[in-house]
């Protein structure tokens, strides 16, 4: 069965420090991936995807995603966190015409 | 501009009430869905449909309902059956294989 799973519930990092949130999938095929980021009472907007094309993908705002097959994963990482990152981030996958999200990550940053 | 709206953007209800949330899409995509957020749960799919005139039950179902009478429209009720009804709802639509585009929300209150 496919999954995601996002290996920390909450992340608290300081402005302009690096932030990395973690996503690891089970398939049984190279799949899709996608990162999103929802801001409070927002929808969730994508951030960006990999579509087995360059494994390491860009996304918006400086975040940037590297998919490794060997290690199942896909996180998610910016070189310096900006006060308007604090937002809840969720993985997903494809799955049979839906999206697979998983739990989600709360990110804070503090000054 | 194409996207997806979701009206209205709060919505308040009685104890017993039917009410229905409104979705529409301009961006000719052929799926559309309809999620329930509520604190530290993620999203949770409640109903889609991949073409006109049909839709299937996500993992949430019971006490909602939906039709698909045209390409840019999916309406959710939630019903009285709805035991718990107080949610973010999100609906997203796709143009199949790739991600889902997600409207602004609706948070609904029972009172």
């Known amino acids: 069965a496919q999954s995601v799973t996002q290996l920390d519930s909450h992340v608290s990092v300081s402005e302009g420090t690096p932030v990395l949130l973690r996503c690891n999938y089970s398939?049984?095929?190279?799949?899709?991936l996608f990162w999103y980021v929802q801001h409070p009472n927002k929808g969730l907007q994508l951030l960006l995807k990999?579509?087995?094309?360059?494994?390491l993908v860009k996304g918006i705002n400086g975040f940037e995603a590297e998919f490794k097959k060997s290690e199942t994963s896909f996180h998610l990482t910016k070189p310096s966190a900006h006060m308007s990152d604090a937002a809840e981030y969720f993985c997903?996958?494809?799955?049979?015409?839906?999206?697979?999200f998983g739990a989600g990550t709360q990110v804070v940053v503090t000054p | 501009d194409g996207g997806i709206t979701q009206s209205p953007k709060y919505l308040f209800r009685k104890e017993g009430q039917n009410v229905t949330l409104s979705c529409e899409q301009n961006?000719?995509?052929?799926?559309m869905y309809w999620y329930r957020q509520d604190p530290g749960q993620g999203l949770r799919l409640i109903y889609y449909?991949?073409?006109?005139?049909?839709?299937q039950k996500g993992d949430i179902a019971e006490g909602y309902s939906v039709s698909r009478e045209k390409k840019e429209s999916f309406p959710l009720t939630v019903t009285s059956a709805q035991k718990n009804p107080t949610a973010f709802y999100l609906c997203?639509?796709?143009?199949?294989?790739?991600?889902?585009?997600f409207g602004p929300g609706t948070r609904l209150t029972v009172l």
């Open positions: 997903a996958l494809p799955r049979g015409g839906k999206l697979q």
């Open positions: 961006l000719n995509h052929d799926a």
């Open positions: 398939s049984s095929y190279s799949p899709s």
């Open positions: 990999y579509t087995s094309a360059a494994t």
């Open positions: 997203a639509s796709t143009s199949g294989i790739h991600e889902q585009f």
């Open positions: 449909s991949q073409i006109v005139n049909d839709f």
